[in-house]
Nanobody
Framework: QVQLVESGGGLVQAGGSLRLSCAASGGTFSSYGMAWFRQAPGKERDVVAR????????YYVDSVKDRFTISRDNAKNTVYLQMNSLKPEDTAVYYC????????????WGQGTQVTVSS
């Protein structure tokens, strides 16, 4: 069983930056594909970025390309989301998630961290 704990959320002005962290425990971190999702009030939870087990492959939703960077440190069992040039529309609860090898869905989720971007 994998436990995921996010941190690093908060209130920031538009144009500012935040770095989210997600610490994993209870499993073999390097065997999981990882992703960040977000859910704004009244909206569905959508993927923001994902990263392969080794970290050599990443994906970003168009709305965050060139502003957000996902990375991982398998030695520290942690995945990060560096968010720059934040916009009010980035306001959401951000979740990290883990996907086991060969699985099509993410099985493990953190509790979420709130990111609020003020204009």
């Amino acid at each position: 069983q994998v436990q995921l704990v996010e941190s690093g959320g908060g209130l920031v002005q538009a144009g500012g930056s935040l770095r989210l962290s997600c610490a994993a425990s209870g499993g073999t971190f390097s065997s999981y594909g990882m992703a960040w999702f977000r859910q704004a009030p009244g909206k569905e939870r959508d993927v923001v970025a994902r990263i392969s087990r080794s970290g050599d492959s990443t994906y970003y939703v168009d709305s965050v390309k060139d502003r957000f960077t996902i990375s991982r440190d398998n030695a520290k069992n942690t995945v990060y989301l560096q968010m720059n040039s934040l916009k009010p529309e980035d306001t959401a609860v951000y979740y990290c998630a883990a996907r086991v090898i060969f699985a099509s869905t993410y099985s493990y989720w953190g509790q979420g961290t709130q990111v609020t971007v003020s204009s």
